[in-house]
C-alpha cells in the first residue's frame, strides 16, 4: 500500500538524494517513485476541458495520439456560458475521466487574462475580465477535485502571449497584477483549494516565473494561503536551485537526473538550505495522495451527451435580425461552409484532445430539417478553385429559403504556440459571407474561432449571427439544436468584439520588443478601456441575444455592513420561450487616488424562466467589489466615496443604477521630508502644526494671496520647499514634524 504520510515517515530516513529525486519528473508526466518509503509515482496530463492521457510517445504540444476522451467545450466558450454550474459539470465529468484513466493530476484550467485578442491561446482562457474568469475556474477545480484528481491553475502569471513565451517579460505594475491578472488565480487558489498552481513560462517584471519568489511564496503562500505544489510548466524552470528557492516544488518534465544532482550540490555547498528541500518534498508527497491507480470507468456516452448539453449554453447570439432565427424545420435551408462537414471545434497544442467522437453540424441539421443542402463554399487547406466554390454556394444560397454559412478559423490561423497578427476572417471566408448573403433571402453566419474575429465587412449584410467559439466534440449537434431553436441561446460575451484590431487597449504594446511587454494599458483591460474612453465596439463584454425577452426590474440596493452591499432586482420572462438570462452587476466610481475603470463587473448570475416567470435574485458585494489596490500601502483599500451600483444588460448598456456613498477606509499617508507640501498640509496632524510653524503661530489658513504661493509649491517636497523658499526650521521642531507626520493613525 502506498505510503504518503510524510510526517510520520519521517524525512530524516530519506537521503538527500532521495529526497532531491522526489522534486523533478521521472519522465514527461510521472513523478519519480520511492518504492523503498512507499512513495507512489503520480501521473499528471493535460486538460483542462478533456483528458489527454497520452498511451505511447509524449509531448506537451499535442502532437501524440493520446487515449480517447470526452472534449467539452474548450475555456472560450465556458467563458460565454457565464455559469459556474457549467464550469462544475464539465470539471467533474474531466474529473472522472481523469480518474478512469489513472490520472492523478489534470492540468488546467488556463485563467490568463486575455489581454489581446491576438494571443494563440485565447480559446484555453476564458475571459477578458478576473471576476467572470476566477468563477468558472474555481467552479471547475472544486467539482474535478471531488472526484479524485487533482487540478493545476495556470499559468501563474502574467502568460497573455505566445510569443516569445519562454523568455519575454511581462512588465506589469503591481495595480494592475493585483486588479486584472491575480483574482482568478487567488479566487481559486482560496476558494477551491487546486491541488497544484503552474507556473508560467515567462518573466513576471525581469523574473523568471519559476524563480520569482515574490510570486511563488510572498503572494501565493503567504498572502493566499497556498499549500499544494507549485509545479513548472513543462520546461519553464532556468535554474532549478533558484527555482527551488523561490518557492518551486515539482520540476516537470523530468531531466534526467541533472536537476537532483544540482539541488544536492547546492545544499552540500551550503548555497541551498535543506529545510527549503524539506517543504518541498512534504508537498509533493503529499500531493502523491492524490494517486489512485485507475478506477472507475466513463461513460463516454452519457459524457457525450452533456457535451452537447453544456455547448448550447456557450454559444452566444449576437444579432438577430427580423426573427431569423430560429429556423423552421419546414425550411429549404442551404447549409454552407467546410466547417459545417469538418467542424473546427478545439484549439491545438498541449490542450488537444483525441475525441471519443465528433458531431457535424450538417449532420445534425440534416437531422432535424428534411430539406437541406450542402456547398462547401470555402476550402480549408486552400485547394479547389475559391471562386467556383463560392459561386456554387451563391447559387445553393439562392435557391434556399435561409443560408447558414459556418465560417471561422483553421488550425492554422490559431493555436498555442504563436499569437494571430490579424483579427480578420480569412478573405476567402469574407468574401463567400458576402456573395452568399447578396444572393440569399436570409442569412445565418456560425463562427468557430478560438478567439475573436473581426466581424467587419460583413456583418451587415448578415441577418443573424450565432458566435460557437469552439464547442468541443459535440458543438455541430448543439449548434443545430440552437439554430432551430430545441434550446434558446443564453450565452453572454466574456471578451469584446471591437470594430478594429487598432482599438484594442494593448495594441501598441503586444506583444512588447527586445524581450519586453510593456502592459502600458494598466488596467484598461477589455471594456473597462473602451467603456472608460467611450471607443464604439461591435459588440460589448456581456453582450448576447436570446429567443426570449426579458425586463429587470425593481433594483434595490442595501448596505449590508461596513463598505458591502446587497443587490436585488426581479428579472421576468417577458416573451413566450423558456429562457436564461445574465444578471451583471457593474460598480462605478471615481472615489480615491487612482484612475478607476468607467465600470468594472463586480457580481452576476445566469436565471432560467419559463415564459412569464419572475425570479427576484441578491448578489452580494464584498469589500473588493469596491476596492482598488494601493502600492503605496501595500493592501486593498475601500476609498470614502460615491459608489454607482448598475445592472447592466452589458458592460455598455446599463438598464438600472443606484449611488450609495461609503465611509471607505480612513487612509491618512505617512509623510516625510520627501513629501509633498500639498501632502503634508492635507495630513490631519502634521498639516496644522506645519501651518502654525510658517505662519507664526496662526494655525488659520493663510490670506488668498499667500494661499496662491501655497498652491504653487504644493508639488514641492518639502525638503527642497523649505531649502527654495529660504524657511529655516529649527532641527527639533523639523523632527517633532516628521514624527507627526509618520503616524499614518489609519484605520485597518
Ligand atoms: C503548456 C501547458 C501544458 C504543458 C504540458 C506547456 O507547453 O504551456 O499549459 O500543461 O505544456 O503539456
Not at 502571449?161 to 512588465?171: G, K, L
Not at 516544488?249 to 536537476?259: I, K, Q, R, V
Not at 435551408?333 to 490542450?351: H, L, T
Not at 448598456?653 to 516625510?672: K, R, Y
Request: with cysteine; aromatic share 6%; net charge negative.
Amino acid at each position: 500500500m502506498a505510503r504518503t504520510d510524510l510526517d510520520a515517515l519521517t524525512l530524516n530516513a530519506l537521503t538527500l538524494e532521495q529526497k532531491a529525486s522526489l522534486l523533478s519528473g521521472r519522465d514527461f508526466w510521472t513523478t519519480k517513485p520511492l518504492d523503498e518509503a512507499g512513495i507512489p509515482s503520480i501521473t499528471l496530463c493535460d486538460g483542462p476541458h478533456g483528458v489527454r492521457r497520452e498511451a505511447g510517445g509524449s509531448d506537451h504540444l499535442g502532437l501524440n495520439e493520446s487515449i480517447p476522451a470526452t472534449c467539452f467545450p474548450p475555456a472560450a466558450a465556458v467563458g460565454s456560458s457565464w455559469d459556474p454550474e457549467v464550469a462544475a459539470r464539465i470539471g467533474a465529468a474531466v474529473g472522472r475521466e481523469g480518474r478512469a484513466l489513472g490520472v492523478a493530476v489534470v492540468l488546467g484550467p488556463g485563467v490568463n487574462i486575455k489581454r489581446s485578442p491576438l494571443c494563440g491561446r485565447n480559446f484555453e482562457y476564458y475571459s477578458e475580465d478576473p471576476l467572470l474568469s476566477g468563477v468558472l475556474a474555481a467552479a471547475h477545480v472544486a467539482a474535478l477535485q471531488a472526484e479524485g484528481p487533482g487540478a493545476s491553475v495556470k499559468h501563474f502569471a502574467a502568460n497573455n502571449q505566445e510569443t516569445d513565451r519562454m523568455r519575454v517579460s511581462a512588465d506589469v505594475d503591481e495595480r494592475t497584477l493585483r486588479e486584472i491578472y491575480f483574482p482568478a488565480f487567488e479566487r481559486v487558489v482560496t476558494q477551491a483549494r487546486p491541488a497544484t498552481v503552474m507556473c508560467s513560462y515567462n518573466r513576471v517584471n525581469g523574473v523568471h516565473a519559476s524563480q520569482n519568489r515574490w510570486l511563488l511564496t510572498d503572494v501565493l503562500r503567504r498572502e493566499w494561503g497556498f499549500n499544494g505544489v507549485v509545479v513548472s510548466d513543462w520546461g519553464a524552470v532556468q535554474d532549478r536551485v533558484a527555482a527551488l528557492a523561490a518557492g518551486l516544488d515539482l520540476e516537470m518534465p523530468g531531466t534526467g537526473g541533472a536537476s537532483d544532482r544540482r539541488i544536492v550540490d547546492a545544499v552540500r555547498a551550503g548555497d541551498l538550505d535543506e529545510a527549503v528541500v524539506n517543504a518541498s518534498v512534504r508537498r509533493v508527497v503529499a500531493l502523491t495522495e492524490r494517486h489512485s491507480g485507475v478506477s472507475g470507468a466513463f461513460d463516454a456516452d452519457a459524457h457525450h451527451a452533456l457535451a452537447r448539453e453544456l455547448a448550447a449554453e456557450c454559444a452566444v447570439l449576437l444579432k438577430n435580425e427580423d426573427g431569423t432565427l430560429p429556423l423552421s424545420a419546414e425550411a429549404r435551408i442551404a447549409v454552407i461552409g467546410e466547417f459545417a462537414a469538418r467542424p473546427r471545434f478545439q484549439g491545438g497544442g498541449s490542450s488537444h484532445i483525441n475525441a471519443t467522437r465528433v458531431d457535424a453540424a450538417l449532420d445534425a441539421i440534416r437531422a432535424l430539417a428534411p430539406d437541406v443542402a450542402y456547398a462547401q463554399g470555402f476550402s480549408l487547406d486552400g485547394s479547389g478553385d475559391a471562386r467556383e466554390l463560392r459561386e456554387a454556394a451563391a447559387e445553393a444560397a439562392a435557391s434556399a429559403d435561409v443560408a447558414v454559412v459556418f465560417a471561422g478559423l483553421g488550425e492554422r490561423e490559431e493555436s498555442e504556440g504563436f499569437d494571430r497578427d490579424t483579427i480578420d476572417l480569412p478573405a476567402v471566408q469574407v468574401e463567400l459571407i458576402r456573395a452568399v448573403a447578396a444572393a440569399a433571402r436570409r442569412t445565418v453566419v456560425v463562427l468557430s474561432n478560438g478567439g475573436v474575429v473581426s466581424l467587419e465587412g460583413w456583418h451587415d449584410d448578415v441577418d443573424a449571427v450565432l458566435e460557437g467559439w469552439l464547442l468541443g466534440q459535440a458543438g455541430g449537434s448543439a449548434v443545430a439544436d440552437l439554430l432551430f431553436g430545441v434550446v434558446n441561446p443564453s450565452g453572454r460575451l466574456a471578451e469584446s468584439i471591437p470594430m478594429r484590431l487598432k482599438d484594442t487597449p494593448s495594441y501598441l504594446n503586444f506583444p512588447g520588443e527586445a524581450g519586453h511587454v510593456r502592459y502600458g494599458e494598466g488596467v484598461m483591460v477589455g471594456y473597462r478601456y473602451y467603456e472608460t474612453v467611450e471607443l464604439p465596439v461591435r459588440y460589448p463584454f456581456g453582450h448576447g441575444l436570446s429567443y426570449t425577452t426579458f425586463a429587470v426590474e425593481g433594483l434595490t440596493v442595501t448596505r449590508t455592513g461596513d463598505d458591502r452591499a446587497a443587490v436585488t432586482v426581479r428579472v421576468t420572462n417577458t416573451g413566450d420561450r423558456a429562457g436564461k438570462h445574465v444578471v451583471q452587476v457593474y460598480v462605478s466610481t471615481a472615489a480615491g487616488p487612482v484612475r478607476r475603470p468607467a465600470r468594472e463587473l463586480r457580481a452576476f448570475t445566469k436565471v432560467s424562466l419559463a415564459p412569464g416567470e419572475s425570479r427576484t435574485v441578491t448578489l452580494r458585494l464584498d469589500r473588493r467589489a469596491f476596492a482598488y489596490y494601493d502600492v503605496q500601502l501595500g493592501r486593498w483599500v475601500v476609498a470614502p466615496g460615491d459608489y454607482t451600483i448598475q445592472i447592466g444588460e452589458n458592460a455598455s448598456s446599463v438598464v438600472a443604477e443606484t449611488t450609495i456613498g461609503l465611509g471607505g477606509d480612513s487612509v491618512v499617508p505617512v509623510v516625510s521630508l520627501d513629501s509633498t507640501l500639498g501632502e503634508w498640509l492635507s495630513h490631519p496632524l502634521a498639516g496644522p502644526a506645519l501651518l502654525r510653524v510658517l505662519t507664526g503661530g496662526k494655525s488659520k489658513r493663510p490670506e488668498e494671496d499667500d494661499e496662491n504661493g501655497l498652491r504653487m509649491a504644493s508639488s514641492m517636497p518639502m525638503g527642497r520647499f523649505l531649502t527654495f523658499a529660504g524657511i529655516d526650521i529649527p532641527h527639533a521642531t523639523l523632527r517633532e514634524l516628521v514624527a507627526l507626520g509618520g503616524s499614518d493613525g489609519a484605520a485597518a
